[in-house]
């Protein structure tokens, strides 16, 4: 599976971006989705995940304030993110890993199989 991440670019604080992750030419809804986000010199932390019911899964850092989805035709996963901060800013990734992945494991990014290319989010203060 070949994902596409978009979306990213500078916003001030406070502001809005909408990210999306696509596999052109196939659905993911069989799929576990995560986005995952990783700074400079930090390590790849996990942000948000949608599982292949529906269910939804935030890091403490970001639940209120960014929510996932998937659209209906179930080809794109968004991750909404509003109230942004300069803490945010990051180079976000999406990943998707198979239906059969164990739950629990679905906040480590060993998990996923698939990867996007990432795109850049700067939060300017």
């Known amino acids: 599976v070949q994902l596409q991440a978009s979306g990213g670019g500078l916003v001030q604080a406070g502001g809005s971006l909408r990210l999306f992750c696509e596999a052109p030419g196939r659905t993911l809804s069989g799929y576990n989705m995560g986005w995952f986000r990783q700074a400079p010199g930090q390590e790849r932390e996990f942000v948000a995940g949608i599982r292949w019911s529906g269910a939804e899964d935030y890091a403490s850092l970001v639940k209120g304030r960014f929510t996932i989805s998937r659209d209906m035709a179930k080809t794109t996963v968004h991750l909404q993110m509003n109230s942004l901060e300069p803490e945010d800013s990051a180079a976000y990734y999406c990943?998707?890993?198979?239906?059969?992945?164990?739950?629990?494991?679905?906040?480590?990014?060993?998990?996923?199989?698939?990867w996007g290319q990432g795109t850049l989010v700067t939060v300017s203060s």
């Open positions: 990943a998707a890993a198979p239906r059969t992945a164990i739950l629990s494991m679905l906040r480590h990014s060993k998990a996923y199989d698939y």
